[in-house]
């Protein structure tokens, strides 16, 4: 009995190194989870926008059409923050993108809302959207720091970075 003892224990940097495998694994899987219900989410964000684009609605002439939606959708997704102002932007987010480059449609579709609200509120020019999308996604920021990065003209600033190559003169 002693032997099937000693055989099944294991020493602390064997079990350190399992435990990190483990939390990697989960933290992994995680992100994974969170990247698919946010692509998941921004498709719905898509689909009740362009409804709502194509019943010509606006915020004057369609509010309380909007509103009785908002408070239907509520009753049955109350967790889905579907109110009045969430739905226009849904409409505006199908406006501003739907006739947008491919590329561009797939950078800010993996983005979580919040950072899609920001970009559509503070950006009109679609490679700019595009850069920042990218940096999102590329550098993990959080809103706050897109917000910065917008703030401080990150993109005015990269573009005007003096290359350090040579490649299309040669």
Do not use: C
């Amino acid at each position: 009995k002693k032997n099937k003892m000693a055989a099944t224990q294991i020493d602390k940097a064997d079990y350190s190194e399992m435990l990190q495998q483990a939390l990697t694994e989960i933290r992994v899987a995680r992100n994974v989870v969170a990247k698919q219900i946010t692509s998941t989410t921004n498709s719905v964000y898509w689909n009740l926008g362009k409804l709502l684009f194509e019943k010509q609605l606006e915020e004057g002439y369609g509010s309380g059409v909007v509103k009785q939606l908002s408070i239907d959708l509520k009753t049955e997704f109350p967790d889905m923050g579907l109110s009045p102002r969430n739905l226009w932007d849904m409409k505006r987010f199908y406006e501003r993108y739907y006739q947008a480059d491919e590329k561009l449609r797939r950078s800010v579709a993996v983005l979580p809302w919040r950072h899609n609200l920001l970009l559509i509120n503070k950006l009109k020019d679609d490679n700019q959207v595009e850069f920042y999308a990218n940096e999102v996604i590329t550098k993990a920021w959080s809103r706050d720091l897109l917000l910065n990065a917008i703030k401080m003209d990150t993109y005015k600033q990269v573009q005007q970075q003096v290359k350090s190559h040579n490649f299309d003169q040669t």
